[in-house]
């Protein structure tokens, strides 16, 4: 059965507190901090797709300059703050750190991060001051991680700009679109707040793209216009029983999770997760988390192709939930209009597909599992028809951009999941930079 | 088993290892706390006349998130009524017979005073004086101190005064405050002196409150020069006593290495170089007494590993190593080796050579991981790679000899031989 309010308050707050808890004083974060060797050309580096100076914003936690230690993270990452919660660290920073090769803990640099950059967020240091503004108005689309970023280096340079936001918050996936217990509504709002802090940054909510405005008009106010709109839409599973009660994609149901109270979200009591990437995972443990008695994930390949990271499945391992790997649903079917059962499909892996990945080839099996609930995390889709009716040139939805991030329409740039369809909030944040460091030699202010 | 058992002077005690006359060895209970813990013997806190000491006392110099890397103190000797510590004094030497009891002292300037404070010491039955010749704040302005250890003159009046009293061995500390130790340990040698002990703190200032903009240690607004000590002071201590060991003239007497002996490998430095046994405060004032366990058991089975039976089997073996810069053979060469499956690719080799050094490692970019590799005809054979290294014996320094014979600085000279080209 489908239903809300399965916990006590205390245990809601319990399953949905911090899952990386910040170090609460000084001199754990010291300890941690002198632990690093301060490499030189540093892997840590290499592995951020921003590009943060890890080793210098370490070393100056060790020299009780956290305000230095501050800049440094967000001189390269202005949601550094954010990015310390969300990032799959395992693949990227602490990754290539080079303690791994010794067997030994690598170090703790997102918890270090998080140490800087919230203090400075606590203490509302503005690290940078905007230049006189210089008469130019940019346009952008979307508040997420890459419209913010590429906002603030804009704003820097002394250029006005103005983002249009679909929804009543800005934040983007940061605040709509992961796990309750990463980041909370306060600390992304703080986060919002503290990015726009710096003056010139002026926000329009609950204004779409395709709805209220068009790319052409955005063209004939502003000098430069900035897209960074995400993707939206879950991909559907084309699979018959998909309109029955008791199915929801991932997106919608962290969506809820995120605006709205716990107890309020619904959860069945056995609960079916399609895919194997970090918003399955998001989706998976957090039903466990309001009350499911079974979670399943399902993934049509094997451990060894699964999105996710190793870290990112072992929470939901430890949270309960069931995987079974080389399983596709093939049909959905219910009693009353409401889900009963999912029917899978057995696969086997075949030939390397275009990711380089081995496709997974159906075996003729099938299997059920009785279920009530169906979340479908299988991956979510381009905005397609608002890039098409703005004569943007694109790939099944994702913009084109060339290597300065600028469209084929002039003046117009984009950055983000718009353009690669999906992918982590860092890599967001590095392409509106990218975009405004393009769009600054455009309105030729470099 | 080897045996680790000391003899100073005829001062006898189970192990080499004695807490140094200071704070810990001020009151019986941290005596009979020592003993209890295993330490060989003490030399109890400077006896004299009745000073006050003040509050605070000590502060510290932390480095890379170690606290206490150097440690200093301006205390004077002790403060307690000289009644009290002779007493105590009695009843330790009475309740740990097998420990080595050494008084340090500190009288005012005149031989009655000496005379009268070794009497007195002499009756609670301790087995040998250390003249505090060494202390370096508080004491020196009023003539005493290293006052009288910088000046061979007065050093040498004071302990022939000593001499003329003392029935028991008498070991001068002597100050590192001075450009060497050498003029005054030989003038209390020549003075009558039975053993020499080294080194005494060094003068400081640890650091400043950037808060406050007062240094450490605060008194009150204010502060004053410290005595420094601890493990930063430990190679300033090994030179100043391989100085001693190496003369001819003071290197008859006993010495008692003191400066930064933290671990039982810094005492077997500290034997090597010529000293009989050691004395170790610092150590213990951060770590307690338990730490002379494993000062004994590292100590028995670094014997037991080279041979030795007994400590006069390798005290003094490293002192004939030092030599003069002109003796060095030239033709000695060295170069780097790194060993790739060691290699954990932080380039805090590379920096280290590229910035400040010569130049001599190369830089393979790779993604994430950058491959270094040594440019053997570039390498001077510096260390500075190796030092910088995080990972134990992945940088080597192999030998690569230029020619294999014995050349110095003065015969290549003499010869004309080639001098460096760039």
Not at chain 2, 172 to 181: E, G
Request: hydrophobic fraction near 40%.
């Amino acid at each position: 059965m489908i239903k809300n309010n399965r916990l006590t308050a205390e245990e809601y707050e319990k399953n949905f507190s911090d899952i990386h808890p910040p170090f609460d004083n000084e001199t754990a974060a010291i300890v941690e901090a002198n632990r690093c060797l301060f490499c030189y050309d540093a892997p840590c580096i290499k592995g951020c797709p921003t590009s943060i100076d890890i080793p210098k914003f370490i070393k100056q936690i060790t020299t009780q300059n956290v305000k230095g230690s501050a800049h440094t993270i967000f001189v390269s990452n202005i949601f550094g703050a954010g990015c310390s919660k969300v990032c799959p660290v395992e693949k990227l920073c602490e990754g290539n750190c080079v303690y791994n090769l010794l067997e030994e803990k690598p170090i703790e640099i997102a918890r270090l991060q998080r140490y800087a950059s919230e203090m400075a967020m606590a203490n509302n240091w503005q690290m940078f001051e905007r230049k006189p503004d210089n008469g130019k108005k940019v346009a952008i689309v979307g508040a997420g991680p890459a419209g913010l970023s590429c906002a603030h280096v804009l704003s820097r340079e002394g250029v006005e700009v103005t983002i249009f936001e679909k929804e009543e918050k800005a934040g983007g996936l940061m605040t709509y679109g992961i796990a309750a217990y990463k980041v909370t509504p306060e600390f992304c709002a703080n986060e919002v707040n503290y990015i726009t802090g710096i003056g010139g940054i002026h926000i329009e909510y609950e204004k779409s793209l395709g709805k209220d405005f068009t790319v052409a008009e955005l063209q004939t106010q502003y000098d430069a216009v900035f897209l960074g709109m995400g993707v939206g839409l879950a991909r559907q599973l084309d699979i018959p029983g998909e309109d029955l009660e008791g199915v929801e994609d991932a997106i919608t149901f962290i969506y809820n999770l995120r605006s709205k109270e716990l107890p309020a979200i619904a959860v069945g009591d056995r609960v079916a997760v399609i895919g194997m990437g970090m918003t399955a995972i998001d989706a998976a443990t957090q039903a466990k988390r309001l009350g499911a008695n079974e979670v399943t994930m399902l993934y049509r390949r094997t451990q060894s192709e699964m999105p996710c990271t190793q870290h990112e499945m072992d929470i939901a391992l430890l949270d309960g939930c069931e995987i079974i790997w080389l399983a596709a649903p093939k049909e959905i079917k219910g009693v009353d209009g409401k889900v009963t059962t999912l029917v899978c499909s057995k696969m086997k892996l075949g030939d390397a597909d275009a990711s380089g990945r081995r496709s997974p080839v159906d075996t003729g099996e099938t299997f059920t599992l009785a279920v009530d609930m169906v979340i479908k995390a299988a991956g979510q889709m381009p905005f397609f028809d608002i890039v098409e009716q703005n004569n943007l040139q694109h790939k099944n939805g994702k913009i084109n951009i060339d290597a300065t991030g600028g469209t084929n329409l002039a003046g117009v740039y984009a950055g983000g999941d718009a353009v690669n369809g999906g992918k982590e909030v860092v890599n967001a944040v590095q392409a509106g930079k990218d975009a405004a460091a393009s769009i600054l030699q455009y309105m030729g202010l470099v | 088993m080897a045996d680790i058992s000391s003899n100073f002077l005829g001062i006898k005690s189970p192990n080499p290892f004695w807490l140094a006359s200071a704070p810990p060895t001020d009151k019986k209970i941290n005596v009979l706390r020592a003993f209890e813990a295993g330490w060989g013997g003490v030399v109890w806190k400077t006896l004299g006349s009745q000073v006050k000491n003040v509050s605070s006392r000590y502060s510290a110099v932390n480095y890379g998130g170690h606290k206490v890397m150097g440690f200093n103190n301006i205390e004077l000797i002790s403060d307690r009524p000289l009644d009290i510590n002779l007493k105590e004094i009695r009843e330790c030497i009475k309740l740990f017979p097998d420990r080595a009891m050494v008084v340090s002292l500190m009288a005012d300037n005149d031989k009655n005073s000496w005379h009268e404070l070794i009497k007195k010491v002499e009756d609670t039955g301790a087995h040998g004086f250390e003249l505090n010749f060494g202390c370096p704040h508080g004491m020196t302005e009023r003539g005493m101190g290293a006052a009288v250890g910088q000046d061979p003159e007065i050093a040498a009046m004071v302990v022939e005064w000593v001499m003329e009293a003392a029935t028991i061995p008498v070991i001068t500390k002597l100050t590192p405050n001075v450009h060497s130790v050498v003029p005054t340990a030989k003038a209390v040698a020549k003075a009558g002196s039975n053993g020499l002990s080294l080194i005494n703190t060094i003068q400081s200032i640890t650091g400043v409150d950037l808060d406050t903009f007062v240094p450490n240690p605060y008194v009150a607004g204010k502060s004053v020069y410290g005595g420094y000590c601890g493990p930063a002071v430990k190679p300033i201590a090994l030179k100043m006593l391989t100085s001693i060991a190496q003369n001819p003239e003071t290197n008859r007497l006993p010495i008692s290495g003191i400066g930064g002996v933290s671990n039982w490998k810094d005492a077997v430095e500290f034997l090597l170089l010529g000293a009989s046994n050691v004395q170790v405060c610092t150590a213990a004032m951060t770590h307690g007494f338990r730490i002379v366990e494993d000062m004994c058991e590292g100590l028995n089975n670094w014997m037991d590993e080279k041979g030795f039976k007994i400590l006069e089997d390798f005290i003094g073996k490293s002192v004939p190593a030092i030599t003069h810069w002109e003796d060095l053979d030239i033709n000695y060469h060295h170069v780097a080796n790194i060993n790739q499956d060691k290699c954990i690719h932080c380039g805090l080799c590379y920096i280290a050579c590229e910035d400040t050094s010569h130049q001599s490692i190369s830089l393979q970019p790779g993604q994430p991981y950058n491959i270094y590799t040594i440019k053997e005809e570039e390498c001077v054979g510096c260390n500075l790679c190796q030092l910088v290294c995080p990972v134990n014996e992945c940088i080597t320094m192999v030998e690569q000899r230029v020619a294999p014979e014995y050349i110095n600085w003065v015969e290549w000279q003499k010869r004309g031989l080639p001098l460096n080209d760039h």
